[in-house]
């Protein structure tokens, strides 16, 4: 079945710095990587997804980026700001399998 | 509010005991999935339902059982609890088996599972 590894488990970094979240992922099927924000007391959200037939998406300040080669995808998330505080969670699957595997998930503390 | 309701938000029982934990799906979605989400640990998925069938079991303790309803609600129960079982719960929906398509998952705001 697919492994889901996610680097850094926490990440603290300035407001106005960018933030770079890693997984990676062991299924060569896999084709469809959905990323998730968690904040305290909430369960967690759909905030960008990529499927494998593009390297990278871009919504604002968030991208994701995806080398299906080196079976990796990262989040990026630029101009941060204290709002973007929570948990990040990466995701993988194949497009119509049911079986999501998710990452261990990364705390990202913005500082004002 | 993400549409999906789950209830209760809290539960304190007893390590022997058993919970019902119930999942409302958003309006228009046949797909519940579980998840259990331990301390600092992430996301592991328990099992899945699309209309009203048994759809994916993922690591789901032969303690833990579920079912879908034909009004769509779910509901997970727990039995023989442990002090291990202590997590948060958390029901996602979606409008098809894949999750696939614009909205993917939708999580509710879990219920939190303590066994003392």
């Known amino acids: 079945g697919e492994n889901v590894e996610q680097h850094p488990s926490t990440l603290s970094v300035q407001e106005g710095d960018s933030a770079v979240i890693k997984c990676t992922y062991s299924?060569?099927?896999?084709?469809?990587f959905p990323w998730y924000k968690q904040e305290l007391g909430k369960g967690p959200q759909l905030i960008i997804d990529?499927?494998?037939?593009?390297g990278e998406k871009k919504d604002q300040r968030i991208a994701v980026t995806l080398n299906k080669t080196a079976k990796h995808f990262s989040l990026h998330i630029t101009e941060t700001q204290p709002e973007d505080s929570a948990v990040y969670f990466c995701a993988a699957r194949q497009y119509n399998n049911n079986d999501m595997r998710f990452g261990a998930g990364t705390r990202l503390t913005v500082k004002p | 509010d993400s549409g999906v309701t789950q209830t209760p938000k809290h539960l304190i029982t007893a390590t022997g005991q058993r919970v019902t934990l119930r999942c409302s799906p958003r309006?228009?979605?046949?797909?519940v999935y579980w998840y259990q989400q331990s301390l600092d640990q992430g996301l592991q998925f328990l099992i899945q339902y699309y209309n009203g069938e048994e759809r994916a079991k993922g690591n789901i303790l032969e303690r833990f059982s579920a079912q879908q309803f034909p009004d769509l609600h779910s509901e997970l129960n727990l039995s023989s609890l442990e002090l291990g079982d202590s997590a948060l719960y958390f029901c996602?929906?979606?409008?098809?088996?894949?999750?696939?398509?614009?909205?993917?998952?939708?999580f509710g705001s879990g219920t939190r599972l303590t066994v003392v």
């Open positions: 996602a929906s979606s409008v098809n088996p894949a999750g696939t398509g614009d909205h993917g998952y939708t």
């Open positions: 990529i499927r494998s037939n593009v």
């Open positions: 299924d060569s099927a896999s084709n469809y």
């Open positions: 309006s228009g979605d046949l797909s």
